[in-house]
């Protein structure tokens, strides 16, 4: 039997279906195209964030009232009184007045951890005499390092404080008055005073809280 020989190029196989992606194109996560023109909210990645509450200052300026709104969106600020403003910060009021029961309660919302003495009597006989405050400090040490602190922040204020002593065994008590011709009564500059003693840093002095897990 004989044995042909072609020379012929063999038959085109079927053209299989070409893929004209690049091998980058397989490393690459599958990302949805979003429709142009659709803005995403900050609100909706961080959720409501709300809003924070008026400081005790704010709520006692009444600033809600004191602003007087024109349809031109101007706005004229008052002034803040008194009751408005950071007691620490403000100088002693020579000849200071003598405060009546309610100035002395109202005040008493910008110190912290005082509390008011009233004189012996009942009702209008009543009189504010002194402010009063209590620390509770881990040993005998520490009460006399808080007492170096009162003073070194009180230092050329001109009004030391009636009282300033540690009790035995962890305990100083600071009381503030202003001599009379009535006898002891409270003004402006003892509120100050005790504004500037909030001031001092104590948290290293006090006992620490224990946590439980």
Known sequence: MALRLSLAPPAAAPAAATCRC???SF????R?????????AMADLLGDLGARDPFPEEIESQFGEKVLGNVDTLHQILIP?????S??????QPNAEPLSLDDARRLLFKVVGWRLVLSDGEGDEQRPVRLQCVWKVRDEHCGQELIARINAALDGADHAPAALVFE??????AELSTPS???DSLTVNDYIVAARIDKVKTLDLIPKKRAWA
Do not use: F, I, Y
């Open 81 to 85: 009184t008194l009751s408005a403003l």
């Open 181 to 183: 011709a009535a006898g």
């Open 27 to 30: 490393l690459r996560p599958h």
């Open 87 to 92: 007691l620490a910060s403000l100088p002693l």
């Open 32 to 40: 949805s195209r979003k429709p142009r023109g659709c803005v995403l």
């Open 22 to 24: 690049s091998s980058a």
């Open 168 to 173: 035995a065994p962890n305990q100083v008590t």
